[in-house]
């Protein structure tokens, strides 16, 4: 029986997750997949802070160089977050002859290629399941599952606090502040939820959900982002009366050495698969060559099912360690080559646009000329008569149109004197 010892970074949600899965199931991991997890060491960083899981004090330090630095351990498990300090304590725990499992998207996206190329040199496995998707296996779905496939296209809902927050704005008609409180009060936003809600978090999966599913390397910096905080209530009602629902979602399609790469609220007709994705569901939708659709769907996020993905990935590393000069081309991607992604001003897709008019003749003719000059061409228009101080609503629905054109179009829109307040540019996807 394989015995694989275990050193952990951080004991918050999702480390007591882990480490009450290795100890409450020891002896089902030793029966069904024939390796004995032990855990020696838990860095934390206070001693007093009350524990989702008890566990000795004997394992406990708040030196994390005594985890990484530490020879009895065969396996550190990166739970901190962060870009800095988690570089640093794996790069050291590879250094020192140890393998990791992390689940921080956001150093894979932001650093990834010097823990891989590092890796590699050492002959040391990076194992990251967990960094995306939570207990969905979309790693192990792209490594092996889809492997005889070149992957075309993923649209992604990978934030399960946007994906709330729309939820319920759609479902109990109310406002992006209102739905954010709530999703605060019930632990599925932060106290800061800038992260979530500006797209960051989804941009950082997305990262990884490219190099590892493309087969090529692209900088986080070049993926378009745009939050939920935007989206009103009003939005959410039109978008309903027109057929689709708003969506947070990320984008990525493959272009060969240039590849599309963005995260963005999105009209979805209702009929779509992922239009029906609620709460705090995650799922992934991927377009193989051969395989064609294929979606993964699933808890993103939460102490049980990330550590979920984290004692996955430790169960991989046990069927490994028996032959570890076998080289892995696709965990090991630190020489892939770097992929451009298409600059947002080039996308063509469809458009949902909303402006706030002064309810006047000739306003809808105005505005319909100025996108005319742009090339851009109305497929469905709606003009409210809901009056505000002589203020309605104008939606616009437009066939496909590039992005750059749609910018221009709206800024000369806003310029116009009967327009009050900046006007609304979602992007319609699914029926393109």
Known sequence: MEKIRIGLLGLGQVGGGVYSLLTRKKAYFEREVGVSFEIRKVAVRNLSKKRPVKIPKSLLTTNPLEVVEDPSVDVVVELIGGTTDAAKLIKKALQAGKHVVTANKALLAERGDEIFEL????????????????????????????????????????????????????????????????????????????????????????????????GGRIRYKDIYKEGIRSISAEDIAFADEFGYRIKLLAIAKNGGKVVEARVQPSLLPKDHILANVNGSFNAILLHGDHVGDVLLYGRGAGSFPTASAVVSDLTDLARRFSSMNESDA?????????????????????????????????????????????????????????????????????????EKDVRNAVRSIDRLKFVRGKSQVIRIEGDN
């Open 119 to 214: 890796a590699g040199k050492l002959n040391r496995w990076v194992f990251f399941e967990a960094s995306v998707g939570g207990g969905i296996p979309i790693i192990k779905t792209l490594r092996e599952g889809l492997v005889a496939n070149r992957l075309e296209s993923l649209h992604a809902i990978i934030n399960g606090t946007c994906n709330y927050i729309l939820s319920k704005m759609t479902s109990e008609k109310t406002d992006f502040a209102v739905a954010l409180r709530e999703a605060q009060q019930k632990g599925y936003a932060e106290p800061d939820p800038t992260l979530d809600v500006d797209g960051s978090d989804a941009a950082h999966k997305l990262a990884v959900l490219v190099r590892f599913g493309f």
């Open 330 to 402: 696709f965990l090991m991607r630190a020489n892939a080559q770097r992929l451009k992604v298409k600059s947002i001003s080039q996308v063509l897709t469809r458009y949902y646009l909303r402006f706030h008019v002064l309810d006047r003749p000739g306003v809808l003719a105005m505005i319909s000329k100025v996108l005319g000059s742009h090339g851009i061409s109305i497929s469905d228009c709606v003009q409210k008569e809901r009056r505000h101080g002589g203020v309605v609503p104008l939606i616009m629905l437009t066939h496909g149109a590039n």
